[in-house]
């Protein structure tokens, strides 16, 4: 997440790295899916899933040639500053004209001899971890940082919003749920029965004071993922997935599917889109995911790699539930389609299993998610030199990091609207537009040095300029339509 430079970390093999990006992206997010692609037909959704996924694997190079513009900037700069450091030790001047001579001009728009001079060696290896936080502060002016950490803040947010919702709701529906297997046809409404006179969202809000409670006070503190946490979570995550398209492919093999979805609806496509970006998100991590890669010669084809791996994962899962159930009666989230019908899974076990999938994955990433939005406030008031007070560094920052998304989650839990808004606004940000902008400052950054025949080996496959102003362009039509339909939506209601 946003912050400074880093160890890169333990060294592993390319495989692996496409293993964690793939786990990494494949997320929360593929559970609301299913639902998004039902609203928009299925001809609609894969059509929009597989240009969303070719704008997010575009960005994605585009974060990774600026992580190398940033290693080769850091690494001049370390150059130059030994330069000056000889300078002033053998020199025969007096310290004023050494200051003269050696910082008369911006270190980062003067000609590094010492670099020209260094042929063997290549700038552009990425071995430190850059994170975009500090990128944007080597490439962005103020106003563009404060964006910056505005936008990174706002996903968080959401992020926040979204796990403390799902938890809640995948315990509701468990626990008032129908087990009998005679439920799989029956939606229910939030305000009919759980336990005698306690409705199904007064539960819900009990399960959300329980899991705030819980997990709320990991935030005045620092939360670490264990790798061992890691491996359980990924190893679950598999195999929730793998069984909920299994399950669903055997019951439309059958012959006992109930979808019939449509080919395409117009009006779901907003919220497919937003689902979709929020779904294809890891451009905010690549910093910690790349940089311990040890053979990065082809990270491009890597990437896409992941990328159509991911596509067809995210097609699969999506494709096989709207056919196999009715689209009325699919989930926000996924997994809760399995947990009360027996015609599809009669194993009590595995359908407590799927049904609180959620609440185990996202329990141990919400501490984590807490914390860097905290850290990322501290990082958008620091100034320079200066320390927080005890009571703001402890206890403020600590509150208005888990306030705002657990009040979002008590007064709504409708999951695919808080995926579709937080991927819309703030994901359309971190995706699209600050790699755009990223890549796009790097370049006219360290063209004065180098000058323009200087050719980053990381750089983008769409390194002309077009592709920068075609994502920008694409970004900032994806906002007016998605706001233009909320607007006109709430007026027609």
Known sequence: MPGGITESGEPYSPFVGLVYMFNLIVGTGALTMPKAFAAAG??????????????????????????????????????????????????????????????????????????????NIDHFDIVERVEMGQMASMFFNKVGVNMFYICIIVYLYGDLAIYAAAVPV?????????????????????????????????????????????????TFFNAQKTKYLQILTSLMRWIAFTMMIILALIRIGKGHSEGHPSVAQISGVPNLFGVCVYSFMCQHSLPSLVTPISNKKRMSALVMADYILILCFYSLLSLTAIFCFDSSLLRDMYTLNFTDNCDVLSIPVLRYFLGLFPVFTISTNFPIIAVTLRNNWKTLFHRDGGTYPWVVDRIVFPLITIVPPIIVAFCTHDLEALVGITGAYAGTGIQYIIPAFLVYFSRRHLEPVLGRDT????????HHAFWVWFVILWATFCLMFVTANIVLTETQK
Request: proline share 4%; aromatic share 10%.
């Open 170 to 218: 995948s315990l509701m529906e468990v626990t008032c749920g129908n087990h009998s297997c005679s439920a799989g046809s029956v939606k229910y409404n939030d305000t009919e029965s759980c336990w005698g006179p306690v409705r199904r969202k007064d539960a819900y809000r009990v399960f959300l004071a329980v899991f705030t409670l819980l997990l709320g006070p990991f």
């Open 42 to 119: 299925w001809v609609v959704s894969v059509s929009l899933i597989t240009f969303l996924a070719f704008m997010s694997f575009m960005t994605t190079t585009f974060v990774i040639e600026a992580m190398a513009a940033a290693n080769a900037q850091l690494r001049w700069k370390r150059r130059e500053q030994e330069e000056i450091n000889d300078s002033d030790s053998s020199s025969d001047y007096s310290d004023d004209e050494v200051l003269i001579r050696g910082r008369s001009e911006p270190v980062e728009t003067r000609p590094i001899l010492s670099v020209q001079r260094a042929a």
């Open 455 to 462: 050719v980053n080996k990381h750089r983008s496959p769409f």
